[in-house]
């Protein structure tokens, strides 16, 4: 297990310490690498193709961004790099590969895997949205991959038996060191992928059988272990942190995913184990540099995302797959990758005009955050509208991790911008609710730590003030968190008057309402429990096309459509939030 960050000319010096050990090593002993590179991406979600920065889900200021036949380009660098000084690299995935694009969607993740195959990805973790496309079409994924899935905490519901396709580490041999690579994936998949697919599985918290691998993969003569999770760092109590203290002295780095987070600088190392995390949607990569003790074959110490582009030397926080200018890696040159390039453009020739192919315009950008939350405001009045034949209801929910897109800018939207935006294949549905149960809908993604759910026909107040910062939000009543409920013409559906620690005392309109959202929400997505007896009915139009025909109907989009500057969500206070994505 490494103990210390090292900088690079460090790792420079510790490797020349390394190569005169080994100098002196016995000849008989079969020639071992002194330098393992781990290559960390997350959060692919299909994106092959090079992408304007707003759909990257990152801060960059450059476009285009992304493109997996750079990223090639950029491990063929580092992996000459690495052999040119005794090393060896190798590319990790934090899982989340296939959905969110055509090029994608349209293969069920054929495309994403042919092309990681090409690259030579050596593992992944599954993600939560690996589940998105069914269990018979991840079977297919996995005998297609080169390259293990890995997910030690996944089991048959109510066991403590593996599904069959469950791996949960490998054992591999890299150049002469044997490396362990355990697999997790976030226990928020129950709530953060359609509940109806996955209903069969338990996602266990992970950190005990990470290290129950772990130790599994040293007994069997591994001196490195990986951790590869689908699970992220970010506050108040961030998951990834809770399993690096479970492998404390049994890990020695971990390749993290699920937030879509920028991690550094300064690296992040909990337990005295690094952790990386590259944002999303291949616009950027991690590498972890582990120097290697040639007398054991174990890790001596390790360097974090150390390198000279795109400014010399130093830490960066992340290494960005393409931003329009050349780029090096140590005097190698990055180009794209010919053969990548071929392989994705099979792919998009098959998808183009659909891609292309134009719905309509917008006067106005259109952004997911921000106090008018236009995009969402967007597909909340297409779901309630009507339009391309779908139901109409008196109101509409959506969840803010269906959209996954930043923005749309002002001018031409084609058909490839709506599906980016809303990639899933999720039904509409149409629920009759009492506005107290429509509240606890609204309050129930709040508990779950999510982004409040977007609204169409609808006002609410979050208050976030009424309870101190430091009490756990799954424990305050009813009424709390959502204080004010009404409609679009200011009629009071539900208020909260006063609330002790136990109980509020609220005030709700008796009447019954129809609300239209998406299947993920009402089958328990997001943490929502509607009640049981709760009317649905399953409309016979996809969500994503039922904003495909609301922009048709109503284009050009304007400011007033889409809300007018009005927030329909009001927030008293802040509170720090993790949002699984």
Request: charged letters at 20%; proline letters at 6%.
């Amino acid at each position: 297990m490494i103990s210390r960050h090292i900088t690079h000319p460090q790792m420079r010096v510790l490797l020349a310490t390394v190569l005169l050990c080994a100098s002196e090593a016995s000849a008989k002993e079969p020639a071992r690498i002194e330098k393992l590179t781990v290559i960390g991406i997350n959060d692919v979600h299909g994106a092959l193709l090079e992408a304007p920065a707003h759909k990257a889900l990152a801060r960059f200021t450059v476009e285009p961004v992304g493109g997996v036949d750079w990223f090639a380009g950029w491990v063929a660098a580092i992996r000459s790099e690495a052999r040119g000084h005794r090393g060896e690299a190798i590319v990790i995935d934090g899982g989340d590969e296939f959905q969110g694009t055509l090029i994608s969607n349209q293969f069920e993740g054929r495309s994403v895997v042919e092309v990681f195959n090409r690259i030579g990805v050596t593992a992944a973790a599954v993600g939560n949205h690996e589940f998105d496309f069914g269990l018979a079409s991840l079977g297919q994924r996995f005998a297609q991959a080169s390259y293990p899935f890995l997910s030690a905490n996944v089991f048959e519901k109510g066991t403590r038996k593996r599904p069959p396709w469950a791996r949960p580490s490998v054992l591999l041999t890299v150049g002469g060191v044997q490396v362990g690579i355990v697999g997790l994936t976030t226990v928020e998949t129950h709530t953060s992928t359609n509940p109806a697919i996955i209903a069969n599985l338990d996602f266990l918290p992970g950190g005990p059988f990470a290290a129950q691998e772990a130790d599994s993969l040293r007994a069997r003569g591994a001196t490195v272990v990986l951790l590869v999770a689908h699970i992220g760092p970010l506050p108040p109590a961030g998951e990834i942190q809770e399993v690096a203290e479970a492998v404390r002295g049994k890990v020695d780095a971990i390749v993290s995913g699920h937030n879509h987070t920028e991690i550094g600088p300064p690296p992040l190392v909990a337990a005295g184990i690094p952790i990386v995390q590259s944002g999303s949607r291949l616009a950027a990569f991690s590498i972890i540099e582990i120097a290697i003790d040639p007398a054991t074959g174990r890790a001596a110490g390790f360097a974090v995302n150390e390198g000279t582009y795109p400014r010399p030397g130093g830490p960066q926080p992340i290494f960005h797959t393409f931003e329009g200018a050349p780029a090096t890696w140590r005097g190698h040159k990055v180009q794209p990758d010919g053969a990548v390039s071929a392989l994705v453009a099979k792919y998009d020739k098959q998808v183009k005009t659909l891609r292309e192919a134009p719905v309509g315009e917008t006067l106005v950008e259109l952004r997911k955050s921000g106090k008018d939350g236009s995009l969402g405001n967007l597909v909340a009045d297409a779901l309630r509208s009507g339009a391309g034949g779908s139901l109409k209801a008196d109101f509409a929910l959506t969840n803010s991790g269906g959209l996954r897109i930043e923005e749309v800018p002002a001018g031409p939207i084609a058909f490839g911008t709506l599906f980016d935006l809303y990639p899933f294949d999720n039904r509409q549905v149409v629920v009759t609710l009492h506005p107290a149960e429509l509240r606890d809908a609204l309050e129930a993604v709040l508990r779950a730590r999510k982004r409040p759910l977007y609204v169409s026909g609808l006002r609410y107040t979050i208050d976030w003030d009424r309870f101190s910062a430091g009490r756990d939000v799954r424990s305050v009543p009813a009424g709390a968190l959502v204080t004010t409920l009404s409609d679009a013409s200011g009629k009071l559906l539900c208020s909260t008057r006063t609330c002790t620690a136990a109980v509020c005392d609220t005030v709700c309109d008796p009447g019954a309402y129809t609300v239209s959202t998406s299947d993920f929400l009402a089958n328990g997505g997001d943490g929502v429990v509607l009640p049981a007896a709760a009317r649905k009915v399953t409309g016979p139009v996809l969500t994503r096309d039922i904003v495909v025909s609301y922009v048709k109907e109503h284009s050009p989009i304007t400011a007033e459509l889409v809300g007018g500057g009005s927030p329909r969500i009001t927030v008293v206070g802040r509170r720090e939030r993790q949002e699984a994505q």
